[in-house]
């Protein structure tokens, strides 16, 4: 799908699949940061015909809209962070980019699903509590364990909260996570991103290699 922003008259092409049947979503335009309100094709009903256009308007004036659709960079690893604290986000924010990580903040659990499915993130930071869910109850992770595990693997996930000890290999294996950090030790955030990151990418490649040895990759 081809839309045009109004204001700076940019051109994007948006994957139609990336628009949800029957809702909304609002595209950031990368140049003029307008935001442009893209109408995804009607729902269906239960029978497979589409719904007649009544319907889909009357659902979207309730405000049944996506989260903003944003365009990033192509070739720029993402970093979903899913904090509750602006200072710890503005920490988190300065050690990201660091490593290279464009910084992509959420504010609450549909905005921060609907980025994921938008958009393919290398880095996801959530923290114990955030949008009033705790870790072991936390939506996001649900839908964080429910990914193909092709597009899991290729997401190092950071658990952050006062309970846990930073970099405590058992308990981030228990909680489905990459690397558990606790909010005291964020001064060191970003070496250990840096060496934890760099533990896995080289598990995988092991792990690939092994797996093509054998012939079953």
Known sequence: MEV?????????????????????????CPKCS????????????????????????ESADYGQEDPILDTFEEGVPLALVMVGDAS?????????????????PAEGTHEATGK?????????????????AALD????????????????????????SPGLKTRDQMKAFALSADLVVNPRDLNQLTAVLKNS?????KFYKVFMDTMKEVGKA
């Open 4 to 28: 045009t922003c109004e204001n700076c008259k940019t051109k994007l092409n948006i994957p139609d699949e990336k628009i949800p049947r029957g809702q909304r979503a609002t595209v950031t």
């Open 34 to 57: 307008n935001r442009i309100t893209i109408e995804g094709p009607p729902a269906e009903s239960e029978n497979g015909f589409s719904l007649q256009e009544e319907t889909f308007t």
């Open 88 to 104: 710890r986000a503005e920490s988190i924010k300065k050690s990201v980019e660091e490593l290279g990580y464009r910084f992509v």
């Open 116 to 132: 994921m499915r938008f958009h393919g993130f290398d880095l996801v930071i959530l923290e114990d509590g955030f949008d009033g």
């Open 137 to 160: 109850n936390s939506p996001i992770m649900n839908y964080l364990n429910h990914q193909p595990m092709s597009l899991r693997r290729g997401m190092f996930v950071v658990l952050m």
């Open 197 to 201: 990151i760099a533990e896995k990418e």
